[in-house]
């Protein structure tokens, strides 16, 4: 008996056990199931998204790893790069969009796994500190400069930047470190400062509000492709014969700047250029989208849209307005080309307004099919979507079902510089997206 | 102690343990509900790999020799961009001058058919013209993707002055 007792006491912790073993592979398959659908579920997103991927952190705490990679250029090319990449993830180019409340305490930790020290610098920043200490300019013995700022040693070195983020808007952030040529190489970032508490605006302005379905950043970059094969076969650069050859948004070039977020074959280069919306309407679409210019090149970079101008409402992270502090005056201007200059920022308001009120019914306007308009990137001003009416789709060839998803408009938009607006010489590419207009009623297939 | 020498089923003559039936029962079940959402997984994980698959860069373009020998080009990527609004064909110059030909003949763009459904686009937005092209660059059209035609995922057919190139990936 007692022996049967212990054995029975034995077969219930057995099947206790087993339970709890059940209990373990159903829990875990319920979790992988559910881990299976929503990593699907997210996949998708990813795979089709379009506009700002902000990376934040309730502590506004990131680590940043300085690595090498590659891009691939739309000729064919593929580009030795340095650049930031999220600690946890994988090298990037460009770095991730940083983006932080005004007022409110940033770290940014950088790892640093390149053959030399490297650093970053946040340029409009005030009070940095790397380590604890002021950063600032790191001298040799000799007295010359070694770095803007404190660097984080070669290959497994690393260094800590605590600072409060300054007035809202938009930053550069970059190598301090022998800048010339880091930069060159792909170390460089965008840092977005919203307004405390108010988070759909650039800045402390209410007339700077826009809509955060549309929100871009374009970072604007250049790529001299002699420089980085010296780089990689660790030979002498030859500075004096600086060609850029490549002419980036977001470190890619058209037409891979139409290509959505973390678009499969350019696994390295995650942001795309896409700007999507709709026409301004007081009541259902009354606010702009925001594009975030960045230069992190050598030289201007005099960006066009086509089709519509754009309103500058701040500059380097400022607000554009009078000094007046009860009613400071608005001092933001509509551009038909947005200059930006090397290390600048500039954010511009954007919608697309239909001034003339076209209807094909009560105002028409006399239409003619173009021959070649719809042939070449760049040749007219817009990309003729066959009727002047936004949504309205005329008559096509008996072959064409329609000649487009809804009746949208694409406008083209570029660098007016227009040798950057190429892949290696090649016309059209280099730094060139489209922005896309779709009629007020949205376009059901995309 | 006594728990390591306890053999798997009861002594013999000894009365059967009421629970048996009921773990058996529980056991049958418990595999069942196991063996559904194993089979789940395995069916979500292969759908999962079938869109990666089919969104998988490295999933060979077809080639057409062909194709190439007249036209000059090989057809490198088809890809759905513009939020599905456009789409963009890359192809490697072979042959510069039936490559410049071949990207200079706009009245008649090769033609996107959708293999999964009926569609297809031939409005295309071309490089300039004018440039040199240079023999194993990449250069590109840009597509209205008329109606939708082309989704990510599924493959398009290309035609060109009577030559096809079929099952093409688009990413």
Not at chain 1, 10 to 19: E, G, N
Not at chain 1, 309 to 326: F, I, M, P, W, Y
Request: charged letters at 15%.
């Amino acid at each position: 008996m007692r022996l049967n007792r212990t054995r029975a006491r034995t077969r219930d912790a057995a099947s206790a056990a087993r339970l709890r073993r059940r209990s373990g592979i159903l829990a875990a398959v319920g979790a992988l199931v559910a881990a299976v659908a929503i990593g699907s579920t997210a996949g998708a997103q990813a795979a089709t998204s379009e506009g700002l991927l902000c990376q934040t952190d309730p502590h506004q705490t990131f680590s940043l790893t300085a690595r090498t990679g590659y891009i691939s250029t739309p000729d064919g090319n593929s580009i030795y790069m340095w650049g930031y990449g999220m600690s946890s993830g994988q090298f990037q180019l460009p770095g991730p969009v940083l983006c932080v409340t005004s007022g409110q305490p940033v770290t940014v930790i950088l790892h640093n796994t390149l053959t030399e020290p490297t650093s970053i610098v946040f340029p409009g920043q005030k009070a940095v500190k790397a380590n604890g200490n002021p950063a600032q300019p790191q001298l040799d013995t000799g007295g010359s400069l070694t770095s803007m700022v404190q660097a984080a040693d070669a290959t497994d070195g690393s260094v800590t930047y605590t600072f409060t983020a300054g007035s809202p808007g938009t930053y550069l952030y970059s190598s301090g470190t022998d800048v010339t040529k880091q930069q060159q190489m792909g170390l460089y970032g965008a840092l977005v400062v919203r307004p405390a508490g108010a988070a759909g605006q650039v800045n402390d302005r209410t007339d700077s509000a826009f809509s955060p379905q549309h929100e871009y950043v374009f970072l604007l970059s250049e790529v001299d492709p002699e420089v980085h094969l010296a780089v990689e076969r660790s030979q002498p650069v030859d500075w004096s014969a600086y060609n850029a050859r490549y002419y980036l948004i977001n470190g890619r070039s058209m037409p891979d700047t139409l290509a959505p977020n973390n678009a499969s074959w350019l696994p390295s280069q995650p942001y795309g250029a896409l700007v999507h919306i709709k026409p301004w309407d007081a009541a259902t679409n009354p606010l702009p989208a925001v594009i975030r210019y960045l230069n992190a090149g050598r030289v201007s970079y005099p960006f066009h849209p086509h089709g519509s101008d754009e309103r500058v409402v701040n500059k380097d992270g400022h607000a554009l307005q009078g000094t007046s502090s009860t009613a400071p005056q608005d001092l933001s201007y509509l551009k038909y080309d947005i200059d930006v200059m090397p290390g600048q920022t500039v954010d511009a308001l954007m919608d697309w307004r239909d001034v003339e009120h076209w209807d094909a019914t009560t105002n028409p306007i006399p239409t003619q099919l173009p021959v070649i308009t719809d042939q070449l990137l760049v040749g007219a001003d817009t990309w003729f979507s066959e009727s002047p009416y936004l949504g309205t789709k005329g008559s096509y060839p008996a072959n064409i079902t329609v000649n487009n998803e809804c009746g949208e408009y694409y406008h083209v938009a570029h660098s007016h510089a227009l040798q950057q607006a190429t892949n290696y010489g090649a016309a059209f590419g280099g730094m060139m997206t489209v922005f896309r207009i779709d009629p007020a009623a949205g376009c059901p297939t995309s | 102690m006594s728990t390591t020498t306890i053999p798997a089923g009861p002594p013999a003559g000894a009365p059967a343990p009421a629970p048996r039936p009921e773990r058996g029962t529980w056991s049958r079940t418990a595999l069942a509900v196991v063996a559904v959402l194993v089979v789940a997984v395995l069916g979500l994980l292969g759908a999962r790999a079938l869109r990666a698959g089919d969104d998988d860069p490295g999933r060979p373009v077809p080639q057409s020799a062909e194709m190439e020998t007249a036209l000059g080009v090989r057809i490198s990527r088809v890809a759905v961009v513009g939020d599905g609004g456009l789409v963009t064909v890359s192809y490697v110059v072979l042959d510069v001058d039936k490559a410049s030909r071949f990207q200079a003949d706009t009245k008649h763009p090769p033609v996107l058919r959708s293999e999964a459904r009926d569609g297809s686009t031939n409005r295309v937005s071309v490089m300039r013209q004018g440039h040199i092209n240079r023999a194993g660059a990449t250069y590109y059209f840009v597509y209205q993707n008329t109606g939708g035609a082309l989704r990510a995922g599924e493959d398009a057919t290309i035609e060109y002055a009577g030559l096809r190139l079929e099952h093409v990936p688009v990413l």
